[in-house]
C-alpha cells in the first residue's frame, strides 16, 4: 500500500475514532509513519484529506449501489436480500460507518445533500416495491415506504456504531452481540412489514442467516 492509501486509511480510522475537530494532521502522519511534510504533499490541508476521505466513502457506496438495487428487483426474497446487502455494506468497515454517524453530526447541512444524492435511488426503488406489495396484500398496508426504509438504514447505523460499546451489558454464549442484535433487527424489521409473520423472510430463512446457538 503506498503512502497516500496508508494516509487515507488512518484519517479514515481516526477521523471516526476521536472526529474531524479532535485530529491533527500530526498525529495522522504518526500513524502513518511519516513526517507532516510528507503528508502535506499529498493532502495540502486537513480540508481537502477529509474531502478525499469521505469521496472514498461516497464511491465505495456508489460501487454497492447497483448490488442493492438489484437485491429489490431479485423476486420473492427481495427485502431478506436487501438487509443481507445493507447490514454487510456497514459490517464490512466499522470505521466508515461511525464515521458516516460522526459527520452526521457534525455536518448535517452538509451530509444531508451527500446521503440525498447518494441514497435516494435505493429509498424510491424500495418504496416502490413495497407499494406493489401492498397493493396485493402480501405487506402490510399501513407502513408508510419511505419511511420505513430510512428507519431501516438509520437502525442500522445505529445498531452497528453502539454494538461494541453496549456488547458488554448482555451476556453472550459464543454468539457476538452484533449478530444478536442483527438478526433481532432482521425480527423487528420483518414482522412489522408483512402481515403474516409465516411470509416473512426472518421465519422462512431462520437458521440460514446466522442462526443463533440452541439453548
Known amino acids: 500500500m503506498d503512502n497516500r492509501s496508508r494516509i487515507l486509511e488512518a484519517a479514515t480510522r481516526l477521523f471516526a ?4 475537530a479532535g485530529v491533527s494532521l500530526r498525529s495522522i502522519a ?13 493532502f495540502p490541508s486537513k480540508d481537502r484529506l477529509r474531502e478525499e476521505v469521505l469521496g472514498g466513502v461516497f ?6 449501489l447497483p448490488g442493492l438495487l438489484r437485491a429489490v428487483t431479485s423476486g420473492e426474497d427481495q427485502f431478506e436480500a436487501l438487509m443481507t446487502e445493507l447490514t454487510s455494506f456497514f459490517r ?13 453530526l457534525d455536518r448535517p447541512e452538509e451530509m444531508r445533500s451527500r446521503l440525498a444524492a447518494s441514497m435516494r435511488p435505493l429509498v424510491m426503488l424500495v418504496a ?30 445505529a445498531t ?17 452481540v452484533l449478530d444478536r442484535q442483527e438478526r433481532e433487527l432482521r425480527r423487528m424489521a ?18 440460514r442467516v446466522r442462526p443463533s446457538k440452541e439453548r
Do not use: C, N
Open 190 to 207: 420483518f414482522t412489522s412489514l408483512f402481515p403474516d409473520p409465516l411470509r416473512a423472510p426472518s421465519m422462512r430463512t431462520a437458521g
Open 128 to 157: 416502490d416495491a413495497m407499494r406493489k406489495g401492498q397493493a396485493v396484500g402480501t405487506l402490510r398496508a399501513d407502513v408508510d415506504p419511505e419511511a420505513f426504509v430510512l428507519h431501516m438504514i438509520g437502525s442500522t447505523v
Open 17 to 20: 475514532q476521536q472526529g474531524f
Open 92 to 104: 464490512e468497515d466499522p470505521d466508515t460507518t461511525q464515521l458516516i454517524l460522526r459527520e452526521l
Open 59 to 64: 464511491d465505495h457506496w456508489a460501487r454497492r
Open 160 to 176: 452497528l456504531v453502539a454494538a461494541p460499546v453496549i456488547a458488554p451489558i448482555v451476556e453472550t454464549d459464543g454468539e457476538s
Open 30 to 42: 504518526e500513524r502513518v509513519g511519516i513526517s507532516k511534510p510528507s503528508l502535506l504533499y499529498h
